[in-house]
């Protein structure tokens, strides 16, 4: 009997090796290979091919999808955010020589401020060096709608959601339930602004006075890309669509916040005619390649055992108090 447990121990000890063996010359090559992605050449994404000849194509659409809430704050699947990811996908399109056209598929309702300004940033870059067509899938809001300022096309699903120019922040007061449970908060700071979004006082009027000013420096700029991009009057704007609100596709294109109306078929066409393709060039989607890293984050992020989670309505971003964002007011609404 002893000797067979020995034997079930020293079968099981040899399996562990072996398993650590190959977990670390897998992590070890995913680390190689990611090294290699700045500078090598290689390519960080892999291409799927929707349209198109297998072989030999006259030239390349490369769909790039921005599906989500825009923020640092989401894992990115080959790059460390989201964010990072969307701007590895643009370089890469940049940088073939094959692609000749890119379309950008959105189906977010915006996020944070600076993120949703980088991919503005990243889009333009790539539209000076080869045709954007954006496409708004069933939501283009706010800060998505600010990163489709870059392409030189934009194509909206006539049912969809869009617009919603405005920057909201948030943050909690519990000022009154503090002192029904009897709390108490001692603040010490180095100057009276040091504490401007204290949850636990009342703000004063000169801190909401220069809160507001900061939305309204935000907002400005928001308004004068979409007034600049959109070639549209911008005293116009402000007093008409950019005060928040969402609206169609449909009224979109009417207020010329959009160039057309149609499916991702019609964007796909736009984008063929802008990059002078012809029926052989490929249609192709750049999507993660799969890494043992990036596999073993799944796993490490999987629920730890049974769990009873009750959802009413979709997963609704949360915002990080103190923060600014381009959000959609129909994501936070309650």
Do not use: W
């Not at 030999?56 to 999808?65: E, M, Q, T």
């Not at 096309?153 to 869009?162: F, G, K, R, S």
């Not at 802008?274 to 999507?287: E, K, M, N, S, W």
Request: hydrophobic share 45%.
């Amino acid at each position: 009997m002893g000797k067979k447990v020995f034997g079930c121990l020293g079968v099981l000890l040899v399996v562990g090796l072996a398993f650590s063996i190959v977990l670390n010359v897998a992590l070890i090559a995913d680390a190689a290979g990611k090294k290699g992605t700045s500078g090598s050449g290689r390519e960080d994404f892999q291409e799927m091919v929707l349209e198109g000849p297998t072989f030999r194509p006259s030239g390349k659409i490369a769909v790039i999808d921005l599906f989500g809430v825009i923020s640092y704050g989401v894992y990115g699947q080959v790059h460390d955010t989201m964010v990072d990811d969307i701007v590895a996908k643009l370089k890469q399109a940049r940088e073939d020589d094959e692609v000749k056209a890119v379309l950008l598929h959105i189906d977010s309702p915006g996020g944070e401020v600076m993120a949703s300004d980088v991919l503005y940033h990243e889009v333009r870059k790539t539209a000076e060096e080869k045709p954007v067509v954006a496409y708004f899938d069933s939501v283009a809001a706010s800060g998505a709608y600010y990163a489709a300022m870059g392409a030189d096309t934009i194509v909206a699903n006539e049912l969809c959601i869009t617009a919603s120019i405005g920057v909201i922040m948030q943050t909690i007061n519990v000022e009154q339930l503090a002192a029904k449970v009897g709390v108490s908060a001692l603040t010490f700071k180095s100057g009276k602004m040091k504490d401007l979004l204290n949850p636990a006082r009342t703000p004063t009027p000169e801190e909401m006075a220069y809160v507001q000013a900061l939305i309204d420096e935000t907002y400005a700029k928001f308004v004068g890309i979409v007034a600049r991009e959109r070639q549209l009057d911008e005293a116009q704007l402000r007093a008409e669509l950019a005060d928040g609100r969402i609206v169609s596709g449909k009224t979109a294109k009417a207020a010329g916040l959009v160039d057309e109306t149609g499916y991702f078929e019609d964007a796909v066409e736009a984008a063929r005619e802008a990059g002078g393709l012809d029926d052989q060039a490929q249609v192709v989607r750049l999507l993660a390649p799969f890494t043992f890293s990036a596999f073993l984050r799944t796993l490490s992020e999987a629920p730890k055992g049974p769990t009873l989670r009750i959802q009413l309505g979709p997963e609704l971003p949360q915002m990080e108090a103190g923060k600014l964002y381009f959000l959609s007011p129909h994501v936070y609404g309650r």
